[in-house]
């Protein structure tokens, strides 16, 4: 009998500390607790006073303020009294003790911080957005704009402050780790955009992403043309270069302004442009297999209008761009803008559609099983 005992006693010696209670604060709140109904209890018997009473003598006792007695004690009383005072004293000593050695251990900015990731593990359908630098904020509002979770990754404390005080959750841990896009939900996102500082950094990021999440969506910020090789070799769907991206628009907006602020028009209203990209299997084309615009009367059946189709032959740097001279392996352009009637639908095709959130709906269940991926066209 006395083996297994002193067995037992040394397995309870050995454990760490921190698995010996998983809630510290938890016992010198209860003995305070127990303390005051102790007290409260012991009025209750002496003195026969009603609870309400008692618990009064008992707030003011503890903590010795000293209003003076509900009524005359009897000895007892006078007992229970010197018990409240001397047990309050040291348990509540004892609690003030605990709480600000929890506190300085980090023990609640800890468990503020696992609720947050038990709260991120919940997101779904969101954007990840690493970095939250100048890029990173006008991204992070044009997404908020939107209506889209958008979950922010970084590291400096300021920028962290930063995003925070724009009304962004904020995890703060290195985007360049497998661990960190993992808490962030790469599995169950819509997009990740790497926006950070450094080529390197943000090619890290898009390796990391593209070995844990092949079929995530990746954005990815460049200073250079190789930079942007490299990122696209990495994995990236797409590269942007600010300062390219910025000459252009500026240049294309000195020649033809409507044309480029046209998405920023439809800001203001309920359309929006999403990208329907169809199977590579033509058996779930079904009866779309094959059949033209005109056939399938899209804009009348859903109202969404298809701006652009881009054939599955050739893979573009920007889908979004229209170069009628050139064209791809099987003698039809890289995209066909405003495509006619004539169009036929076939696997593989990227399809650019415009309308309501309501008439984009409609098309998508149109398209049915032969509907691989929807994503939002945002600028």
């Known amino acids: 009998m006395a083996l297994p005992l002193l067995g037992w006693l040394r397995r309870r010696r050995r ?20 303390v005051v109904n102790l007290s409260a209890l012991g009025y209750r018997l002496s003195e026969g006073w009603d609870w309400g009473d ?14 003076g007695e509900v009524e005359p004690l009897s000895q007892a009383g006078r007992l229970v009294t010197v018990f409240s005072v001397v047990g309050g004293l040291v348990v509540v000593q004892q609690t003030v003790q605990s709480l ?14 696992r609720r947050f990731l038990n ?31 958008l979950l922010v990754v970084e590291m400096d404390p300021e920028r962290k402050e930063a995003a925070e005080e724009a009304g962004l959750p904020v995890l703060m841990a290195d985007a360049t780790l497998d661990e960190t896009l993992l808490e962030a939900g790469i ?11 450094s080529n390197a950094a943000n090619l890290y990021v898009v390796l ?24 696209r070799l990495a994995g990236a769907d797409q590269v942007v270069s ?43 084309l079904g009866d779309l297999q094959g059949r033209t615009l005109q056939d399938l009367e899209l804009r ?26 050139t064209y791809g392996g099987s003698g039809e352009p890289e995209l066909i803008a405003n495509p006619g009637g004539s169009v036929t639908l076939a696997p593989g095709q990227l399809l650019v559609v415009m309308g309501s959130q309501q008439q984009l709906a409609a098309f998508a269940k149109l398209l049915g099983s032969a509907l691989v991926s929807i994503d939002a066209m945002r600028e």
């Open 300 to 325: 009348r059946r859903t109202g969404a209008l298809v701006l652009a189709i881009r054939n599955p032959e050739t893979a573009l740097v920007n889908p979004y761009s229209y170069r009628g001279s």
């Open 54 to 67: 008692c618990y009064w003598m008992v707030a003011i006792t503890i903590p010795t303020i000293g209003y």
């Open 15 to 34: 454990r760490p500390p921190a698995t010996r209670s998983r809630y510290p604060w938890l016992r010198p709140l209860l003995a305070l607790v127990l």
């Open 100 to 113: 600000l050695g929890l506190s300085e251990s980090g023990y609640f900015a800890r468990r503020r911080q």
């Open 208 to 231: 990391s992403a593209r070995g844990l999440a092949p079929q995530c969506r990746l954005i990815a910020r460049s200073d250079s043309e190789e930079a942007s090789r490299k990122l």
């Open 242 to 284: 600010p300062y390219v991206a910025g000459g252009r628009t500026m240049a294309a907006t000195a020649l033809r302004p409507l044309a480029v602020t046209f998405m920023e028009l439809l800001a203001g209203t309920d359309c929006e442009v999403e990208e329907f990209r169809l199977s590579d299997d033509p058996a779930l």
């Open 187 to 197: 599995h169950h996102c819509r997009s990740l955009v790497a926006a950070l500082p």
């Open 119 to 149: 709260w991120v593990h919940t997101m779904n359908d969101h954007v990840i957005l690493c970095g939250y630098g100048r890029i990173g904020r006008e991204i992070g509002d044009q997404i908020s704009r939107e209506g889209v979770q």
